[in-house]
């Protein structure tokens, strides 16, 4: 006999992706809502972690130690979410335990002589070897001309214009004394194309707050399959992550929860 068809709810078949809201330090659901919720964007997929840890209840029975029932001991709920949007300041520094840096900003150098690069009998210069390119002390990154009065680039000296570094590949021309290149080099601010922000990792193991979690699938009656909704969490680094040249970088955090379980709504 067939099982019952309202047993086998197509809906119940789930394969979707994850939007997450976070409200950092918030200390309570109040205070989470007048703060408001940060957008994490869209996760390709979340892996639930929830764990019972009991103590077997045993007693002796005619010689034989029997276990005949289970002392609640912890229990924990919690996500392990994937992303691969992991370039992006809302995501990056909790992958790296970090902390806000000194983003990368400079003023506009316009043919302008660099601080001279200093070599010397003492600290010679190193065939092949990188040297930051620096203005008034400051490191300068994507340069637009590099220049060394009678040298030739190419031959006598490679730039790294991005970077702000050059080298010297040839040993006829290896500095012994003192290098004075004239550089040009843009402004860079936060509406510069190559802005870049600034983290320092390792600077924060957890993170805290209160969250809201929504699962979506293709189902065109109703996407949303469940919605945790303003719950307490702790937040830490998920499983490593790295660029590859052949697929998509992708990493993840781990987002439990704590003593304000919040309210889980599912579609059924």
Do not use: C
């Amino acid at each position: 006999m067939p099982l019952d068809s309202n047993l086998n709810h197509t809906r119940a078949e789930i394969q979707g992706t994850v939007r997450l809201l976070l409200s950092l330090d918030a200390a309570s659901k109040a205070a989470a809502i007048v703060s408001g919720f940060e957008e994490f964007s869209d996760l390709i997929g979340t892996e639930l972690q929830g764990e019972s840890k009991t103590e077997p209840v045993l007693k002796p029975i005619n010689g034989v130690m029997r276990q005949t029932d289970e002392t609640p001991g912890l229990l924990t709920l919690g996500y392990e979410l994937t992303t691969r949007a992991i370039a992006d300041a809302r995501k990056l520094k909790y992958f790296l335990a970090a902390a806000a840096g000194q983003d990368l900003a400079q003023a506009a150098i316009n043919a302008q002589a660099a601080d001279n690069i200093v070599f010397s009998a003492q600290v010679p210069a190193v065939l092949n070897r990188w040297y930051d390119v620096l203005k008034n002390g400051a490191r300068v990154r994507q340069l637009s001309a590099f220049a060394i009065a009678g040298k030739v680039e190419g031959v006598d000296f490679i730039v790294d214009y991005e970077n702000g570094a050059v080298r010297f590949p040839s040993a006829a021309y290896l500095p012994a004394a003192n290098v004075a290149p004239t550089i040009s080099a843009p402004a860079i601010d936060a509406a510069h194309a190559k802005f870049m922000r600034g983290l320092r990792p390792m600077q924060n193991q957890i993170w805290r707050g209160y969250a809201r979690l929504y699962a979506y699938d293709q189902n065109r009656a109703n996407r949303l399959v469940m919605a945790h909704e303003d719950f307490s969490f702790t937040l830490t680094m998920g499983k490593k992550f790295g660029v590859k040249h052949d697929g998509q970088s992708e990493g993840s955090i781990k987002l439990m929860v704590a003593a304000d379980e919040g309210t889980i709504l599912h579609r059924d």
